[in-house]
C-alpha cells in the first residue's frame, strides 16, 4: 500500500511531466506495477500508460474523426492531411499511428455448408464472345454444372440459352452423373419465371428426374 501523497506524485509526474512508467517507479521508490495500478484506477488508458508523449498526440482526435468518416482513407493521404496541419513527424511513424486508430472492420458471419460425394451441384450459363457460324455470327455459351463436394464441372458449348439446350446440358450431365439429389440455380432466367424466383414447370419435371434417377 502506498499513502495518497505518493498517489498524488505518481499522477502529477505522468500527467504534468510526461514521465513513463519506469522513470516515476524508479524516482519514487516503487514497483512499476504500482505505478500502473494508480494510473489505471484514475481512468488513464492502459494503451498510454508507459508510452512517451509522441509529435503525433495533439493530431489524434483529427485521425480518429477522419478514419470514422472515411475507415479506408489511406495512410499516405491521412499523412498529407495533417502535415498541412503541422505535424512534423516522418511518414513511416504516422503509417503506426495509423495502424493503431484505424478501425477494425466487423467480422462477417458466415455459415459453413457441408454436402455429401454426389449430393448437389450447381448450375448456370458461361459467355464467351460469339463465333461465325456460316455467314451468321452466334453467341457462344456454356452450360456448366459444377458439383458442390468435389468441384468437378461438367461443360458442355451451345449457341443459344433456350429450354432444349438447357434440357440438353442436363441430361449429358447425367450421363457422367447418375444421381444428383439437389440442382442450385442462382436466379437462372432458363430455371425460374420471369421476375420470380419459383422454379418453372420445366426445372421442377428436371429435378424430379435426377432425383428420382429416371
Given at each position: 500500500m502506498i499513502n495518497k501523497e505518493t498517489e498524488a506524485a505518481?499522477?502529477?509526474?505522468?500527467?504534468?511531466?510526461k514521465w513513463p512508467v519506469g522513470t516515476i517507479a524508479a524516482q519514487l521508490g516503487v514497483h512499476h506495477s504500482v505505478v500502473?495500478?494508480?494510473l489505471a484506477a484514475e481512468g488513464v488508458p492502459a494503451e498510454a500508460v508507459g508510452r512517451r508523449p509522441s509529435r503525433s498526440d495533439p493530431y489524434v482526435p483529427f485521425i480518429q474523426e477522419t478514419l470514422a468518416r472515411y475507415p479506408k482513407l489511406r495512410a499516405s493521404r491521412l499523412y498529407e492531411m495533417v502535415r498541412q496541419r503541422g505535424y512534423p513527424g516522418r511518414p513511416d511513424?504516422?503509417?503506426?499511428v495509423v495502424r493503431r486508430y484505424r478501425p477494425t472492420p466487423p467480422a462477417e458471419a458466415f455459415l459453413r455448408l457441408r454436402t455429401l460425394p454426389g449430393e448437389q451441384a450447381q448450375v448456370d450459363w458461361g459467355h464467351f464472345g460469339k463465333i461465325d457460324v456460316g455467314r451468321a455470327r452466334r453467341p457462344l455459351v456454356a452450360f456448366v454444372m459444377v458439383l458442390s463436394w468435389s468441384r468437378q464441372v461438367f461443360l458442355?458449348?451451345?449457341?443459344?440459352?433456350?429450354?432444349?439446350?438447357?434440357?440438353?446440358?442436363?441430361?449429358?450431365?447425367r450421363l457422367l452423373w447418375r444421381v444428383l439429389r439437389i440442382l442450385l440455380y442462382d436466379n437462372l432466367k432458363s430455371a425460374v419465371l420471369s421476375g420470380e424466383?419459383?422454379?418453372?414447370?420445366?426445372?421442377?419435371?428436371?429435378?424430379?428426374?435426377?432425383?428420382?434417377?429416371a
Open positions: 505518481i499522477l502529477r509526474l505522468h500527467h504534468v511531466e500502473r495500478r494508480v511513424h504516422f503509417r503506426a458442355r458449348f451451345f449457341l443459344d440459352q433456350r429450354m432444349p439446350s438447357f434440357l440438353a446440358g442436363h441430361a449429358a450431365a424466383t419459383t422454379p418453372s414447370a420445366s426445372t421442377l419435371t428436371l429435378l424430379a428426374r435426377f432425383v428420382t434417377n
